[in-house]
C-alpha cells in the first residue's frame, strides 16, 4: 500500500470471518431468499457455526514436531507457567497459499478505554457495550449506556488539534502515492523553510471521518509519538503537522524503495540467512528504541517497513504509529489491536505489554526464513485458534537447511509464555546475531529489573546476590553491555542512571 499509514474499525477479511475485535465464535448468516430448501440442512457442528471450514479426513495427520533449541542463558525472569489452557493437541497450517498472503485485517480503534472516561464526564453510568456509533448515529438500546452515547452524540466533537493553519502555503501537493482506511498520502514539495525543495509525504486524514472522540484522539496521540520518536536511523522522519477545516495533514520522510512484503515476494518468499539477520537487525534495532521511550508499535508485520530507495541495500524505516501507545513497564493493556497474522497470543488474552511487539518480530523473522506464514487459517477466527493453540513448524522445507541458532532465535521469539521471550536488545546478543562491533542499545528491561530489585526485601536481594555469583561469563555478556551503557560511571547502579533518558 506504499506509504499510506491508514488505520480503520473493524471489518471482514476478503476470505470471510468475525470481525478482528471479535474472539468469541459466531454462527454463519442464513442463506439468502430464494435459496433452495430441500434437503433440509443438517445442524452445523461448532466449528463449521465458526466460519471455519471443516477438517478433512485424512488416513494420516502430520504431527507437531519440536526442535532442541541452543543452549543460551537469558537473564530475562523465566517467570511460572503458561496462561495458556494445557493438554490442547496443536495443529499448525504448513504453509500459506499465494493468494492469501497479503491480506489485510484491519483491527478496531486501541482507545475504546475512552468511552468508559467519557461517559463518566458526561454523567452517564457503565458504558453499553457494542460497535462505536458511527456519524453520529447512537446505538440502539436501553439502560445507562445508551443514555452515555446519546449525551456523546449531542455534543459536537471539537476537531481542532492545535496545529499549523499555513497547510498551503508550505507544501505543494504531488500524486497520490498510498491509500488507507482513515485517509490516503500523497508526495508533496516543501516551498519554504529549512527543507526548502525537499519531497516528503504527506498523510491526509479527512475530518469528515473523525465521527467519534476515539478517532480524533488517535490522530491527536499518533502525532504526539512521532514527535516523541525522533532520532533513530530506522525511524520515518516526522516533519511538521498541520490542519485546516477539512484535514490533518502529518508530514514525514518519504520512502520510494516499497515495502518489505514486496521485497520478500519479489525473492519467492525467502531471504538468505545473512539476508535476513540484516533486516531482523534493522526491526530490533528500532523496536529496542521504541520501547525505551516507552512505546509499544502494536502493529509490526512487513507492510509496514519501508525501504527508503530502490537500492537493494538501502535502510529500512518503520511507519505506521497509529495503533501505537505510551506504556509504563509495568503497565499491561487490554484492547485487541493489531493484524491477525502477527497478533500475540496475550493480546487475544487481553493482557499484554511490549512483549506483543517481540512476538510479531518472530512472525517476521520465520517468514523471512522460510516464506511462509507460522500460524495460518482461512478465516480470522482460524488464525486466532492457530496463535493460540499451534505451535510453528520448524521440520518441513527448507527449515532442514537453516542453522540450528536460527530456529532456536525463532523459538524464543515465539513462545506463547510471553515471560519467556527475549526483548529486543537480549536477541541482538543471541548467537545468531552477535557482532561485537555492533553498538548494543540500553534495554528497558534493566530499568524494570533496578525498580524491581530496589523495591525487594533484604531477603530476597541476598538471594538475588548469591544467584549472581553464579553466572558464567556467556551469561554475564548481555548484562556487561548493559552496564556499560549507563551514565554517570561511578560503579554504582541505581534509578539515577535513568532519568537522563
Known sequence: MGQCYGKGASSRGAAGGDDFGVVAETHSPPPANGAPQTPPPRQPTPAAAAGTPRRR?????????????????SPYPAGGTSPLPAGVSPSPARSTPRRFFKRPFPPPSPAKHIKATLAKRLGGGKPKEGPIPEEGAVAAGAGAGAVADGAEAERPLDKTFG??????????????VGRGHFGHTCSAVVKKGEYKGQTVAVKIISKAKMTTAISIEDV???????????????????????????NVYIVMELCEGGELLDRILARGGRYTEEDAKAIVVQILSVVAFCHLQGVVHRDLKPENFLFTTR?????????????????RPD??????????????????????????????IGVITYILLCGSRPFWARTESGIFRSVLRADP?????????????AKDFVKRFLNKDYRKRMTAVQALTH???????????????????????????????????????????????????????????????????????
Not at 493484524?339 to 511487539?357: C, G, I, Q
Not at 549507563?486 to 542512571?497: A, F, K, Q, T, Y
Open 57 to 73: 479426513k485424512s488416513g494420516s495427520t502430520t504431527p507437531v514436531h519440536q526442535t532442541p533449541g541452543v543452549a543460551w542463558p
Open 163 to 176: 496545529f499549523g493553519k499555513n497547510f498551503g502555503a508550505k507544501y505543494e501537493l504531488g500524486k497520490e
Open 220 to 246: 491527536r496521540r499518533e502525532v504526539k509519538i512521532l514527535k516523541a520518536l525522533s532520532g533513530h536511523n530506522n525511524l520515518v522522519k516526522f516533519y511538521d503537522a498541520c490542519e485546516d477545516a477539512l
Open 311 to 327: 537500492d537493494e541495500n538501502a535502510p529500512m524505516k518503520l511507519i505506521d504509529f497509529g495503533l501505537s501507545d505510551f506504556i
Open 331 to 360: 503497565e499491561r493493556l487490554n484492547d485487541i489491536v493489531g493484524s491477525a497474522y502477527y497478533v500475540a497470543p496475550e493480546v487475544l488474552h487481553r493482557s499484554y505489554s511490549m512483549e506483543a511487539d517481540i512476538w510479531s
Open 393 to 405: 513448524n520448524l521440520d518441513d522445507s527448507p527449515w532442514p537447511s537453516v542453522s540450528a541458532e
Open 431 to 501: 548467537p545468531w546475531l552477535r557482532d561485537d562491533q555492533r553498538q548494543i542499545p540500553l534495554d528497558i528491561l534493566v530499568y524494570r529489573l533496578i525498580k524491581q530489585y530496589l523495591r525487594a526485601t533484604p531477603l530476597k536481594r541476598l538471594a538475588l546476590k548469591a544467584l549472581s555469583k553464579a553466572l558464567k561469563d556467556d551469561e554475564l555478556l548481555y548484562l556487561r553491555l548493559q552496564f556499560d551503557l549507563l551514565e554517570p560511571r561511578d560503579g554504582v547502579v541505581s534509578l539515577d542512571n535513568f532519568r537522563t533518558l
